[in-house]
């Protein structure tokens, strides 16, 4: 199997930052290994900072600095300048240990002309870049260690126990697929060692049945012997390529065409493959079909989950992958940065029915509308970054145009010409200065989708877009829109929108028109407070849309930035009364997955939330709510629901008691059978809430985060049931007092609890991070902690808890002062505190370092290095009392 690379991290080593590179050809897992590194113990516990970088072919200089910048915690300010980014990551940077790696380098320009200027200096000692490429001579270039890490490929064995684990889905079909071993052998061999490779033809045999003759068929295909195309394309993919049904083909190569600098979400990808005609079936079910072929997508690994969105809503594509479509798709579609060479040549010499560009951030003169006016062709325009227009410039030339994408792109004047789109789909606008659709909308009759994403503008909707009968999808999700004009109810093919306002004043529509879109999906309604009527919010008539799934409903907040109700007069009874009640009507079918309500004013939460009839809500899985400004109860049944899996709770000022009602389940044995983190932040009133130990609940609950809130204690029950719980997060709780007997729990943080005193019977525990906990004197039954780091400016001595704890790494951020009594080693005051701890790295600031003084201290061989000397702390400590005077 893949070793790791040995990547030095002595705190002795001269070398204030050394490079090492991972060389291996495309697929052959050098990310999958790099990121290994970056999360392994060893380097979280060596380095002050880690920063991961993405760079890839055709780079920009100043995106992949501001992201540098961004990722270490500074602020770029849009600057476009190398030279003035340089001294802002050189801040941000200076003096800390770093741990970089550098994804997917084509260039050794990414590290010497971007990054090597503002971090070879500053950065501390002990720093380490690690690159990740396809070509040794970047390797060389970036002057690496040697000798190179080169990731071998994998060998017969390994490549089987690979496919043999992607195939397997279930115990019952070990010995199935074990009988296959001589066929599956030879099909792991065919894929040349890459674990991409490998993983995409096992993504093609879950498809197989599981007997001799289907697999036969797959070993023996010609593919395996097709010579048409270049050799670093991988046969596997194509294979797998040719498997698929001509429909999720297409979708499959036009994933490609995708530009990696933008997020895709899932929904605007299937409205894509509507608009282009990918989709085939009844107008009812595209949007499910084409969920059905995004997943099977997932399934064959030819695109894969990012884990930073939740439910698979947004995927990447192997940059392997995405060369292997393009190659397929070339002669029908571009993708491309403006800057590429040769580009404008394919532009003119060519037609092409699909055409991605982005441009660069560095790039001064961006591509020129005109130089794309050859393409009459085209069936898909996606633009990602700025393009040079002029006041006379039009769409027209594009008739057959199904589907425009833009971001950061000035669209306004191409709005009026937007019109004699005739076959245009879908119109996706994202930041950008348009102020209204064109008047003539409504003679767009193919337009199925219309997004307005961030536009800041007032936004004018005009009454002719009521004419489009076939139009799925709106969302106007944080831009500004006036209105939307009356009659909308028309409109019943919506099957998802976002960001409808609602309006009394009776010149635009209200609630009501909701009532007979009875196909929607999702629906996001803001600006509730303006609705006077509780009888117009039952016409919208949520409860019978039974295909609803996700429902945001908000209010403009009334909290300001402490929390608290901004207006000194408040809110008054009747306007609490009046929004409750509107909230009441608004009950949503049970098909609801998703809900998020924002702004909610009322005293108590909608009956829906809080009766029992609340467990008819079977299939929600996530609750969000925010500024809860008024309301004095947590909800009640939701307990019951055996779906749920993640509640979030954001300032609700009134909340005081969460009381038994909120664990009272009557249909099941324990409360809350399914969640998995709860989070409860900026509830500031908040300071009792009782379980008792004899009240199951929460059997799964993984992650819980409390914030700023009054409670003294946790539960009994939640420490005795909770027995999932991996990770505590508790901060500015002002009164807390204790943390106790969660025996699963592995990570800690605790931070500005300033009467928090005891932290006992913790035996899983690994990480304890303490931030400003002033009173906290014990520490008790946390045998396996690894790593401790406790940051005090204030604090004047090592607590006494130290001997009682033994990690293995120790952090500490503290005054110059303390650092000093550190620093002097077996002769001062703190060393029976800290001398039995394997590694101990300790910090003090100045002015503008928040590591600028440190001690570096390893027990087994004994080292102890430091920059401090007593004349510099009473130089410093001199300089403090002067200014105080």
């Known amino acids: 199997m893949v070793r790791r690379p040995e990547v030095e991290t002595s705190n002795a080593d001269n070398n204030r930052v050394m490079v090492f590179a991972i060389v291996g050809v495309g697929g052959i897992g050098k990310t999958t290994l790099a990121r290994k590194v970056f999360n392994d113990e060893a380097i979280n516990a060596n380095f002050d900072t880690k920063i991961w970088l993405s760079v890839n072919q055709g780079f920009d200089k100043v995106e992949l600095l501001r992201t540098a910048i961004t990722l270490a915690g500074g ?3 849009s600057e476009k300048a190398l030279a003035v980014l340089w001294p802002i990551l050189s801040d941000a940077l200076t003096g800390k240990k770093i741990f970089l790696i550098m994804d997917d380098v084509w260039s050794h320009e990414a590290w010497g002309d971007v990054l090597e200027t503002p971090l070879v200096n500053d950065v501390a000692r002990g720093s380490r870049v690690l690159i990740t490429t396809r070509d040794t001579r970047v390797a060389r270039g970036v002057k690496a260690v040697l000798p190179y890490h080169h990731v071998d490929k994998l060998d017969d064995e390994d490549a089987w126990s690979l496919l043999r684990k992607q195939v397997i889905s279930s115990e019952t079909d070990r010995p199935e697929v074990d009988m296959l071993k001589d066929i599956g052998l030879q099909i792991a061999v065919k894929c040349g060692g890459l674990p991409l490779a ?22 023996n295909d010609s593919i395996w012997s097709a010579s048409e195309m270049p050799e670093e394309l991988n046969y596997s993919i194509y294979l797998s390529y040719e498997d698929l049904p001509p429909s999720i083909k297409q979708c499959f190569l036009y994933y490609s065409l995708l530009p990696k600098s933008a997020v895709w979400y899932k929904n605007s990808i299937i409205g894509m493959w509507i608009s282009e005609g990918f989709l085939h079936g009844t107008s009812a079910d595209l949007e499910e079909l084409g969920s059905k072929y995004y997943k099977e997508l997932i399934l064959r690994n030819l695109i894969e989950p990012v884990t930073k969105w939740a439910d698979q809503q947004v995927c990447s594509m192997h940059d392997v992958v995405r060369s292997f479509a393009q190659f397929v798709a070339r002669d029908e579609a571009l993708a491309a940065q403006s800057g590429e ?4 040549t394919k532009l ?22 005109s130089s794309l006016h050859a393409q009459k062709t085209l069936r898909t325009l996606i633009l990602v970054g700025p393009i040079s227009m002029k006041p006379s410039d039009s769409i027209v030339d594009f008739p057959c145009l199904r589907t425009l994408h833009t971001e950061s792109v000035d669209v306004a004047v191409l709005v009026e010409s937007l019109g004699k789109l005739k076959h245009l789909r879908y119109l996706f606008i994202w930041k950008s200065d348009i102020s209204s659709l064109p008047d003539n909308i409504g003679n767009m009759k193919c337009l199925q989708f219309i997004c307005l994403v961030k536009c800041q503008q007032s936004v004018k909707l005009p009454h002719s877009i009521l004419k489009l009968a076939q139009l799925r999808y709106l969302n106007f999700h944080d831009s500004s829109i006036n209105g939307i004009p009356k009659g909308f109810s028309v409109l019943t093919n919506l099957r998802n929108l976002r960001g409808f306002p609602a309006q009394t004043d009776g010149v635009w529509c209200s609630l009501d028109e909701l009532g007979p879109l009875s196909e929607l999906r999702s629906l996001g309604v803001q600006r509730l407070e303006n609705v006077s009527v509780t009888s117009s919010a039952a016409k919208a008539k949520l409860g019978e849309k039974v295909h609803l799934t996700l429902l945001f409903l908000y209010c403009s907040s009334i909290l300001g930035d402490d929390g608290l109700i901004k207006d000194e007069k408040g809110v008054s009874e009747e306007e609490q009364r009046q929004i409750a009640g509107v909230f009441d009507e608004l009950c949503p079918s049970p098909s609801l997955e998703y809900l998020d309500i924002n702004g909610f ?19 929600l899985r996530i609750i969000f709510m925010l500024d809860l400004a008024c309301c004095t109860q947590l909800p009640d049944c939701l307990c019951q629901l055996p779906c749920l899996q993640d509640i979030t709770i954001r300032r609700a000022p009134a909340i005081k008691h969460v009381g038994l009602e909120f664990l009272q389940s009557y249909q099941t044995p324990a409360a809350f059978p399914r969640l998995r983190k709860l989070e409860l932040t900026g509830m500031v009133e908040w300071e009792e809430w009782k379980w008792e130990e004899q009240v199951q609940a929460m059997p799964l609950l993984e992650v819980l985060e409390l914030e700023n809130c009054r409670l003294r204690c946790l539960p009994p029950g939640l420490a005795s049931h909770a027995r999932a719980l991996k990770s505590i997060s508790a901060q500015n709780n002002q009164h807390l007092n204790s943390l106790e007997n969660f025996a699963s729990a592995v990570e800690l943080e605790v931070a500005k609890n300033p009467d ?15 931030e400003a906990c002033p009173k906290l004197n014990v520490l008790d039954g946390i045998c396996a902690l690894q790593r401790l780091v406790l940051e005090d400016y204030a604090m004047e001595t090592l607590p006494g808890y130290m001997q009682d704890v033994n990690p293995r790494h120790f952090e500490l951020r503290c005054s110059l002062t303390l650092l000093t009594s550190i620093a002097a080693g077996q002769s001062g005051p703190e060393w029976d505190r800290f001398s039995h701890i394997d590694h101990v790295k300790a910090y003090a600031p100045d002015e503008n370092n928040t590591r600028k003084w440190y001690v570096l201290y390893t027990r087994e061989p004994c080292s102890l290095i430091t920059n401090v000397r007593h004349s510099i702390s009473a130089e410093v400590e001199g300089k403090q009392a002067r200014r105080a005077l």
């Open 348 to 369: 003119s010499s060519h037609k092409f029915l699909r055409l991605s560009m982005e441009k660069k951030v560095s790039e001064s003169d961006g591509l020129d509308w």
């Open 341 to 344: 060479t040769g580009f404008i």
């Open 756 to 770: 928090l005193e005891r932290i006992t019977n913790l035996p899983n525990l690994r990480k304890l991070e303490i």
């Open 75 to 77: 602020k770029h300010r």
């Open 601 to 619: 004013f009322g005293r108590r939460l909608p009956r829906w939330m809080m009766s029992r009839s609340a467990p008819v809500f079977k299939s």
């Open 198 to 219: 490998v993983k995409v033809m096992g993504g093609l045999l879950c498809q197989k049945d599981k007997q001799r003759h289907e697999w036969n068929m797959v070993l």
